[in-house]
Nanobody, 121 residues
Framework: QVQLVESGGGLVQPGGSLRLSCAASGFTLDYYAIVWFRQAPGKEREGVLCINSHGGSIYYADSVKGRFTISRDNAKNTVYLQMNSLKPEDTAVYYC??????????????WGQGTQVTVSS
């Protein structure tokens, strides 16, 4: 059974950092790209970053460039989203999803349940 479980969210002050984890089970992470999305209240879901099976990354949100990075540890079947210099506008539920192939251009086929990130003083 394919599962993706996000963790690491929480309340952080502006300028702070968080590292989100996306733990995969039921499949071998090595062969798939993983994407992080976010959805703020009242807004549409927004793609943030994607990492392909070779470790290459694609930014979908210009607002996070220079602040967020994505990485993967295939041995741990986990993908990480490192978020630095957080801003109140980064507040959202963050989801990870599996692309159906090793490249970020593939479609999504499985989603996690999301983790809440709140940036506030």
């Amino acid at each position: 059974q394919v599962q993706l479980v996000e963790s690491g969210g929480g309340l952080v002050q502006p300028g702070g950092s968080l590292r989100l984890s996306c733990a995969a089970s039921g499949f071998t992470l090595d062969y798939y790209a993983i994407v992080w999305f976010r959805q703020a209240p009242g807004k549409e879901r927004e793609g943030v970053l994607c990492i392909n099976s070779h470790g290459g990354s694609i930014y979908y949100a210009d607002s996070v460039k220079g602040r967020f990075t994505i990485s993967r540890d295939n041995a741990k079947n986990t993908v990480y989203l490192q978020m630095n210099s957080l801003k109140p506008e980064d507040t959202a539920v963050y989801y990870c999803a599996r692309r159906s192939a090793y490249v970020c251009s593939a479609s999504d086929d499985f989603w996690g349940q999301g983790t809440q990130v709140t940036v506030s003083s």
